[in-house]
């Protein structure tokens, strides 16, 4: 079974940056797309960034442009640059592959606010 570690998480101002990291205990993002997603309180968890193996990518519209995925295969290690942080990104940051085929990790929480 695959796990997850996610870090990188933390209280930002708006306008802020932070870079998560997750790596996975077994070599798949050679294999499989790899995602992270996030889960606010109260809400349904949602896809925010995808990466292919072609490392061909995919961002959601409120996030595109402010959000960069990106992965280092040799150490099972997907990133997500996030820039210009807005009260709207606070959530909890999970990632899996794309769509999510193993259990969650803890996740990392992001909290933007002044």
């Known amino acids: 079974q695959v796990q997850f570690v996610e870090s990188g998480g933390g209280l930002v101002q708006p306008g802020g940056s932070l870079r998560l990291s997750c790596t996975a205990s077994?070599?798949?993002?050679?294999?499989?797309?790899m995602g992270w997603y996030r889960q606010a309180p109260g809400k349904q968890r949602e896809l925010v960034a995808t990466?292919?193996?072609?490392?061909?990518?995919y961002y959601r519209a409120s996030v595109k442009g402010r959000f960069t995925i990106s992965k280092v295969n040799a150490i099972n290690t997907v990133y997500l640059q996030m820039n210009s942080l807005k009260p709207e990104d606070s959530a909890s940051y999970y990632c899996?592959?794309?769509?999510?085929?193993?259990?969650w990790g803890q996740g990392t929480q992001v909290t933007v606010s002044s």
């Open positions: 899996n592959t794309a769509p999510g085929r193993f259990d």
């Open positions: 077994g070599s798949i993002s050679d294999i499989y797309d």
């Open positions: 990466i292919t193996n072609a490392r061909k990518t």
